[in-house]
């Protein structure tokens, strides 16, 4: 049974950074596709970035590229997203998610979801 459990949001100005992290219990977190997700008060679930398993290739959603940074650290059974350049638009619920997958749809997970945790972006 794998758990995640987020950390690291909070409440910043428009331009700041702030990073989020995740930590997975569970068993053979190496083999997992992880990402993160979020999303908004009346909004649909927004891809935000993977890491891959074998090669740690990393992928992002159009509206963070060059903003924001996923890495993973097998050792510690845990991720990180890096926000930089944090815009009102990023305001969300931002979800750990293992076994993520890019479908013909879109990105999606076949796997866990945390509780997520809330970003916070005034202007």
């Known amino acids: 049974q794998v758990q995640l459990v987020e950390s690291g949001g909070g409440s910043v100005q428009a331009g700041d950074s702030l990073s989020l992290a995740c930590t997975f219990t569970?068993?053979?977190?190496?083999?997992?596709?992880m990402g993160w997700f979020r999303q908004a008060p009346g909004h649909e679930r927004e891809f935000v970035a993977a890491?891959?398993?074998?090669?740690?290739?990393?992928h992002y959603g159009d509206s963070v590229k060059g903003r924001f940074a996923i890495s993973r650290d097998n050792a510690k059974n845990t991720i990180s997203l890096q926000m930089t350049n944090l815009k009102p638009d990023d305001t969300a619920k931002y979800f750990c998610?293992?076994?993520?997958?890019?479908?013909?749809?879109?990105?999606?997970?076949?796997?866990?979801w945390g509780q997520g945790t809330q970003v916070t972006v005034s202007s």
């Open positions: 569970g068993r053979n977190f190496a083999t997992y596709n």
């Open positions: 998610v293992s076994d993520v997958v890019e479908l013909s749809s879109g990105w999606g997970s076949f796997g866990s």
């Open positions: 890491i891959m398993r074998n090669d740690g290739r990393t």
